[in-house]
């Protein structure tokens, strides 16, 4: 501000700002904060009931629905997880890539949505690599649109499967969250948090059980700003420090694909910021250690740690299809569950 | 020839400082005529207007527009642009060269005022500074402005090099031309698609940093006080950011003739406004952080400002409806400049209402150097709206004039209705026609 501006000489009324249309459709799912605490506690319940049901059973659930997937961007678990999950629902699934499709000519995600409309689908799986990808889609073509990654922005079911995750190590047995189910617990998100949607989206939804998020990180790759992205959130750049602190450890991959000319010193960055089986073993020796994937050995972990036993990363994986399964079907059931979760 | 007369209106000429009731008598273009009210009824065949209740005002000029030809006509064209200018009581406006082909050449500047471009109220051209706006090689300012440029720019783009600015700011003084810089050092701008804050980051987009801007003004006062030409005018386009101001301000206090203007979005909006990837929310330079809003305020009632500015940046509907950061940036604002204006800079924030028709009309004529206009006396253009400025209406961007309706104030709330905008003494909107 202009420090010579005469201060606060008038309390002025402006324009306000609308709140937002979204989501449309209440089986969308398009970012963790489009959940509150009983929608992520069912979805939680949901994931566990579907996860032990017999297949059998299961597939009757959305037999024969059509369920799209829209990838823009390439994919292991994300795009593996979501196909299994609504093929154990019993639903029909095509995948839509980039690459091999008509978006190769040209086609805008605004018509390869209401394409895939025109086709059947039901629901739309989308990752992209803009950010608001999934806010355009689901305006555009009004059908439940789960966000499987939408460039840096949010990546919700990631966030869930880490909660589910989390809740398994630290409060087992917990299915029915509340503002204090993760109270006392301090998650630290280490490495690229500007890139990262895995760490939004995991800022949003961690706070609001009660835990404490710490991020860490050099300045290139976690802004100050960071902070001030919602409640619960705190930047400890110090990586020794936030380890000694933590009951949850979140380790990110350099996005070398995001990084825009950002020059990055890769030695200066392992030597402050890898997580290796010495630190892991004085510094947070009980905490479990997870990585959304893909994960570069010897860059942002050691071998060592990526395979120990306070590894979690395949333990995610494995929740990665419980809890898309029980997205996948609140997207198409969401109306006969009472609407909005 | 033709005459008018619009009768038992209130004139309000904040320029030559009238504000009562008056006829008035527009002959061959001109007016030629101000009468007490009930004198100039019985003109020997003049059409009369009657504008009992209503205000008269000098016709609104927008110093910054852009009207897409030539080149990309599916947005707007010429024709379509000032049609929406007088829907919005504007009777002049001055059209950016950032065509295709940029305007960088006395052609394209007469072309932009043929009458082949069916035009209903007056185009002022601005040309290129530099040669294809590229920022590196000055045009021909005396034959630019022979041609009908009223100022230089290569808005959508800054003068990036100091050498080049210096240069510009130089030539086109000695031919009496102002420079209007697009502030954004686009070193720091990169792949930013809104303002850089929290919520940029929030919403995982690319950000502009404020100091993109406040440092390119600051380049340009240094380079206009370096210069020590008192006929040098650096005039700041769509100032958006505090520390921009600030550094006007502070120019101004040092003499400089260093000017501003602020688009109604940037005194209205925040980068808040973006919400979830409302891609008419973008545009550049982006909506700001409400500090810098207030500043926007503060200075307009300061008298800091010496203009509001639309930024007219018609784009076509399947151009915004795409992922956030592949939108092109820009919306429109000649139909909601005046509504929005009256209803929150003189209604709820208490401008006088002539000195905010001012900042819409003699202040940016007296910028330009448009003779004639901005004021209603005996021998100025017959540019003038007639219009209600207490009557409340609520804008549809469907019915809009302009070809492209990629604005943020659809369904807004618009204070002063407009019943006549008259360019040269012709009718160029008629709300009941």
Redesign the interface.
Known sequence: ??????PA??Q????P??A?P?PYNPGSLLTAGDLSLDGISQILARATALENQDPLVRDRILAKRRVALLFYESSTRTRTSFELAAKSLGADTTLVSSLSSSIEKGE???DTGLTLRALGAEAIILR?S????A??LES?TRLPVLNAG?????HPTQALLDLRTILAHLRPGTETVSAETLAGVTVSIVGDI?HS?VA?SNMLLLPRLGARVLLCGPKELL?E??A???PGITIERDFEAALRQSQAIMMLRIQAERL??LQLDLEEYKAAYQLTGQRLATLAPEAVVLHPGPIIRGLELTAGVADGPQSAILEQVRNGVAIRMAVVERALLADKQGGRA | MTALVISGGHLLDPAAGVDALKDVLLKDGHVAEIAAPGKLKSANGAEVLDATGLYLTPGLIDMHVHLREPGQGYKETIATGTAAAAAGGFTAVAAMPNTSPVNDSPEITRWTQAPERGAVVRVFPIAAATRGSKGEALNDYAALKSAGAVAVSDDGRPILKDNIMRETLAAAARVGLSVIQHAEDTRLTQGGSMNLGPMSFKLGLRGMPAEAESSIVERDIRLVTELRDTRVHLHVAHTSTAAALAAVRQARRNGLRVTCEVAPHHFLLTEEHVGMYNTNAKMCPPLRSAADRDAMIEAILDGVVDAIATDHAPHAVHEKEVEFENAPNGITGLETALGLSLRWLHKEWKMPLGRVLSLLSAQPAALLGMKGRGTLTVGSFADVVVFDPKAEWTYSAREGKSKSRNTPFDGWTMQGKIRWTICEGRIAYNAKP
């Open positions: 501000m202009n420090p010579t501006a005469t000489r008038r002025l009324l402006h324009p700002v609308e937002s979204f805008s995600l605004k992209h803009s950010s608001g990808a806010w355009l555009e939408d460039g840096m922005h949010e500007l949607r939004r802004p700003l960071a001030q992205a919602g825009a000319g």
